[in-house]
């Protein structure tokens, strides 16, 4: 069964931009999480979609958004690009049965 | 407010020697607990997992983990260290149904040949 994978790997913006980035959840999971983890935030939970509904939200500004498809398919924005917005973005998928979730590989955000 | 904390930044260790890694958690119930293990420019990969029952979890790659109420800790222990083990490692907590993780800021891992 395919992992977690996450488009692109890489990406470069400047600020004030807008970016999109995708996630594609192993095959049969329904929930999908976004988390940014930056060297001096660590990891940070960002928001969880379940059935195309955002179930969780973390303490992040409107900036950030996303949304999830009827195959279960997540992508997240983020618009008006910030330095501070660099990271790396990962993404994870759960059953939702056990709650464990598998990570992609992450997308690295930088902003210039 | 829900926490997980990891008192070491950064351990090294010889290969062969044996590994504990520290992690404490703030709950106001008993939250699922896990450990993710990051190897530089990857995603997070899972090595054990606890919700309930027994509080010895073993996990992939050798790796075990013992909860303990009383301590409100989740430890990672390992009893002999291999040069491919160096990796950051992250604890992380879930009250349970939230798909929430918070994490721990992690513990980067060195193993001295």
């Known amino acids: 069964k395919a992992g977690v994978t996450q488009t692109p790997r890489y990406l470069i913006k400047t600020r004030g931009q807008q970016v999109t980035l995708s996630c594609s959840p192993i095959?049969?999971?329904?929930?999908v999480s976004w988390y940014q983890q930056t060297p001096g935030q660590g990891l940070q939970f960002l928001f969880e979609?379940?059935?195309?509904?955002?179930?969780n939200k973390g303490n992040f500004p409107g900036r950030f958004s996303g949304r999830q498809f009827s195959n279960s398919r997540s992508e997240m924005n983020v618009s008006t690009l910030e330095l501070g917005d660099s990271a790396l973005y990962l993404c994870a998928s759960s059953t939702d049965v056990y709650n464990e979730q598998f990570f992609g590989p992450g997308t690295r955000l930088t902003v210039l | 407010a829900q926490s997980v904390t990891q008192p070491d930044i950064h351990i090294t260790v010889s290969e062969g020697a044996s590994l504990e890694l520290r992690c404490n958690y703030s709950?106001?119930?008993?939250?699922?607990l896990f450990w993710y293990v990051q190897s530089p420019g990857q995603g997070l990969q899972l090595l054990l997992k606890?919700?309930?029952?027994?509080?010895l979890v073993q996990g992939i790659k050798g790796f075990e983990a013992e909860f303990k109420r009383s301590q409100s800790s989740f430890n990672l222990r390992k009893p002999s260290v291999h040069w491919s083990d160096a990796a950051e490692y992250f604890c992380?907590?879930?009250?349970?149904?939230?798909?929430?993780?918070?994490f721990g800021k992690g513990t980067k891992l060195t193993v001295n040949p």
């Open positions: 095959s049969g999971h329904r929930s």
């Open positions: 992380a907590g879930e009250q349970g149904g939230s798909e929430k993780l918070v």
């Open positions: 709950y106001g119930a008993t939250p699922y």
């Open positions: 979609y379940f059935s195309e509904t955002q179930r």
């Open positions: 606890y919700f309930s029952g027994d509080t």
